[in-house]
């Protein structure tokens, strides 16, 4: 796929103008984000994705346009991690919530800078050692496993990584948020307020999360245009998620699982393709080794198929639960 420097330029000239047509409608008067509108928002940033999808279609064929939403999907999917911990750091910010969707907006700019970098690094690591796919594929087998074992973690407690902690060393933090400010002046000195920490915050935590994910999409597409662009229209649409979900996805139960076979699948694809391309002296005398590869068809449809059983499975469990939960009280009030 060659894509011209004007294409990166006019795509990421388009990434910023979604930003700050948000920024501006959104924060303009902040308030609470209501269901309804992070329910549009997400219909317009899916809309968006599938727009974009279309025009690789148009411009570049079906096989480039598939790969894109194989990892905009999965991209999307993984994100859902994300969220979970963004919970637990507004909570333990206290953040308010008029202010939530700005720190949302700016950590996740953060994010989209530092995974870009990661992006970067990956396709020049690829480029030059094919090998690297082994590593991709078992450390993101691992990763399934473990996330299948330990679950989501959605109970844990967070604690400030070294980002979060070097950057209360470098600047004097004020005890109170003050308003929308992440910088004050008080009494003559310059000070960054909770809401500049919280921001960072967010913006480094999900690079933890980039660590998995970036790997799985370069699983799908080879393209760092298309790895580039699956992350930007995944994270756009992530902040809305937020305020849309809430407290929806403790009733995603079997969202672990569902993300564990994905990336159990996805690792087991590029361990293939690294097989089916060796050059490891050690593996075959160095030569290719004769085995199946999964096309993007296959891996699109295991990807949505995944997630819809997920789905399903989630809140049917959900709503048996609840079911037995409403009949076991039943007789307590009775009695009353």
Known sequence: MVVPAWAWFA?????????????????????????????????????????????????????????????????????????????????????????????????????????????????????????????FGIFLVYTAWQLARQGMGEDEEYEENSMTRLTRRLFPVTDTYHGAKSFVKLDGKRFVTPMFIVMIAIGTADLLFAVDSIPAIFGLTKEPFLVFTANAFALMGLRQLYFLLGGLLKKLVYLS???????????????????????LPFINGGEPLAVPTIGIEVSLSVIVGVLLITTVASLLKTRRDDAKADAATEPAEQKL
């Open 257 to 279: 699982v569902g993300l564990a076979v994905i990336l159990g699948f996805i690792g087991v694809k590029l361990v293939l393709e690294a097989l089916h391309t060796n050059t």
């Open 11 to 135: 795509t990421i000239g388009g990434l910023i103008v979604l930003f700050a047509i948000d920024l501006f409608i959104v924060d303009r008067k902040p308030h609470e984000v209501t269901v309804g509108e992070a329910g549009r928002w997400v219909a317009f940033y899916i809309a968006c994705a599938i727009a974009f999808g279309g025009a690789i279609w148009a411009f570049s064929g079906g096989q480039y346009a598939g790969e894109f939403f194989a990892g905009y999907i999965t991209e999307y999917s993984l994100s859902v991690d994300n969220l979970f911990i963004f919970l637990i750091i507004m909570s333990a910010f206290s953040v308010p919530k008029i202010h939530q969707h700005r720190v949302l907006l700016v950590g996740i700019v953060i994010a989209l800078v530092m995974r870009g970098i990661f992006i970067a690094v990956g396709a020049v690591a690829i480029a030059k050692f094919s090998w690297v796919f082994y590593l």
